[in-house]
C-alpha cells in the first residue's frame, strides 16, 4: 500500500499581549490544523519569531515594550515573512505606517473568526505562491520588474516593497492599462474567495506602493479601480 505523504503545517507566531484575545485566536488556528506559539509584548515576539521561524505572524500594533511597527521591522529585517497586524485603530495613517514597514495586511479590532482564519489562510497560499515559476522581466519606463528575484526598481535604484505589494504592482504591470476593480484585486492578489470586503486594505497597499515608487506608476479610475501607468505620466491621487 502506497502512503500519502501529509500536508505540511505551517506554524503561525501571535504576538498578542490581551491574552483572551491571543488564547481565543491560538485556539481557533489550532482547530484549523495550524501549529501556533504565543509571544505576549514585543521583545518576545521578535525572540520567538527568530528561534522557530514561522511561516506567518499575528501581530498586535499596541503592544508593551515595543510596538507591533517596531516588531514588524525588526523580524522582516533578514527574513520575508507574512504578517497579519491586528489594530484597534482605523485611521488611514496608522494602516499605512504599518504596510509602508513590511505588513501584508491588517484587521480593525473587532474582527469575526471566520474572517480571521479566512485571511490567514489567503496570506499562506499568496507566499506558497511565491515559489512558482516566474515570468518574463517587465520593463515600463524607468521601472523594472523582476519576478524571478521578486525586485522591482526605479531609475536603477531598489525599492523594498512587501510581498503583497511586490504581488499587486506585478499584477497590474501584467496587463499595462487594464483596469482591475478593487474585488478583482482582492481576489487575485490577496486570494480573497470573497472579494467585497476589505477594499481599504487596496487602497492602503496603493498608496504604500506610490510613495516607494512614485505617484506615476499605478493610476486610479475614479469609481473603478486601478491599473498599471506609463511612468513619467502624472496619475490621479
Known amino acids: 500500500m502506497r502512503l500519502v505523504e ?6 503561525i507566531v501571535i504576538v498578542e499581549d490581551e491574552a483572551a484575545i491571543a488564547d481565543a485566536l491560538a485556539a481557533r488556528l489550532r482547530a484549523e490544523g495550524f501549529v501556533v506559539e504565543i509571544a ?17 505572524v499575528v501581530l498586535d500594533v499596541m503592544l508593551p515594550g515595543i510596538d507591533g511597527h517596531e516588531v514588524c ?10 504578517v497579519l497586524m491586528l ?20 484587521m480593525t479590532k473587532p474582527f469575526s473568526q471566520r474572517e480571521f482564519v479566512a485571511r490567514v489562510r489567503a496570506l499562506l497560499r499568496r507566499s506558497q505562491r511565491s515559489v512558482e515559476p516566474a515570468s518574463k522581466q517587465i520593463t515600463a519606463g524607468p521601472v ?3 519576478p524571478e528575484r521578486r525586485e522591482v526598481r526605479r531609475d536603477g535604484r531598489l525599492a523594498h516593497l512587501t510581498p503583497t505589494e511586490f ?38 497597499h496603493v498608496a504604500a506602493v506610490r510613495r516607494k515608487l512614485g505617484a506615476d506608476v499605478l493610476r486610479t ?17
Open 144 to 146: 523594472t520588474i523582476d
Open 40 to 56: 505576549s509584548d514585543g521583545l518576545r515576539g521578535v525572540e520567538l519569531c527568530e528561534r522557530i521561524a514561522p511561516d506567518l
Open 221 to 237: 479610475v475614479q469609481g473603478i479601480g486601478y491599473a498599471f501607468g506609463t511612468p513619467g505620466q502624472a496619475s490621479t491621487p
Open 73 to 82: 521591522r525588526r523580524i522582516q529585517r533578514d527574513r520575508a515573512v507574512p
Open 87 to 106: 489594530t484597534a485603530l482605523d485611521g488611514e495613517t496608522d494602516l499605512l505606517v504599518g504596510l509602508g514597514i513590511g505588513a501584508d495586511d491588517y
Open 167 to 204: 504581488d499587486l504592482v506585478h499584477r497590474l504591470a501584467l496587463r499595462p492599462g487594464v483596469v482591475f476593480t478593487r474585488e478583482q484585486l482582492l481576489e487575485e492578489v490577496w486570494g480573497y474567495a470573497d472579494g467585497s470586503a476589505g477594499a481599504r486594505t487596496v487602497d492602503s
Open 6 to 11: 501529509a500536508a505540511p503545517t505551517a506554524t
